[in-house]
């Protein structure tokens, strides 16, 4: 019988233009310098009273005890969309005949610095929403430590004032506007 060999995580590591500097393990990623970036996506995900899930991240990795979307790094050769398909079920249980209606939201990723424990990450974060007929979730124990369902406005506001992982430095209205929209034509579908 032949032994299956399971490879490590891997990274891809970014210039600040976007063009690729190197890969590395997944074990290597507290290496990237500060004028490094990692690619990451991240997305609102709304049931059907268009209320915004957010995590509260545990105590420990990246972005330790901060509040977030369903987010997460693009492993090895995924695209942006496999990795927030694959993030979808690994954080929130959501099975992939569902998370395939997932919606890109930005068409070019938006370059984000987030503080984890004292230092700067670099990423550069595709958004997405996923749009879904209910609020049941099955939330992975070791990297989120609760969830709740917060109303489209207040979720916006805890991102712009940087009561998130996202920074508030930066301008979210364009992503504000298309998940309003979203949820405007899934009411209209009703």
Sequence with gaps: ??????????YRVYDQTGKLKRI????????????EWLGGVTCFVINESNEVL????VNKGLTPGKLDLCSGHIDGEETETQAMIRELREELGIE?????NV???TQKPLPLKFESSGKYKNFF?????????NSNITFQTDEIEK???LPLN?????????????????????????IIDICKDKEQER
């Design 1 to 10: 019988m032949r032994e299956i060999r399971v490879l490590p995580v891997q």
């Design 24 to 35: 590395i393990d997944k074990k290597r990623e507290s290496e990237v310098t500060e004028q």
């Design 54 to 57: 957010i995590e509260k991240r």
């Design 96 to 100: 992939f005949d569902e998370a395939i």
């Design 103 to 105: 919606m890109k939201i």
């Design 125 to 133: 974060i595709s958004f997405y929403c996923l749009k879904r007929s």
């Design 147 to 149: 969830i709740v369902w």
């Design 154 to 178: 207040e979720v916006f506001e805890l991102i712009k004032s940087g009561r998130t992982k996202f920074p508030k430095d930066s301008n979210y209205d364009l992503i504000f506007e298309k």
